[in-house]
């Protein structure tokens, strides 16, 4: 799971939103102001018969500073990412 879901910077990284990019979900802003310093990102890759899953998974930063539930505030009853 992404760390990022529980960090108080999550809707101003850059990082994340590009995370989100890659995920092709919903920005949690368009214009993230805020540039973590090393960021560890695991890249799953799952070849399925005739297309690529790939899961990107923020698992470690520098920066990230612990607000549990940061992201559900912002997406109030919409799923977390997993």
């Not at 879901?5 to 092709?24: G, I, S």
């Not at 799952?46 to 539930?69: A, I, K």
Request: glycine share 4%; aromatic share 8%.
């Amino acid at each position: 799971m992404c760390i990022c879901v529980n960090c108080h910077y999550v809707d101003r990284c850059q990082t994340y939103n590009a995370v989100e990019t890659q995920h092709e979900q919903p920005h949690l802003t368009e214009t993230p102001d805020f540039e973590p310093q090393d960021p560890t990102i695991n890249v799953h890759i799952r070849p399925h018969q005739d297309y690529v899953e790939m899961e990107w998974d923020v698992v470690g930063c520098e920066s990230f500073l612990q607000e549990t539930g940061k992201w559900a505030k912002l997406r109030p009853g919409e799923p977390i990412p997993t």
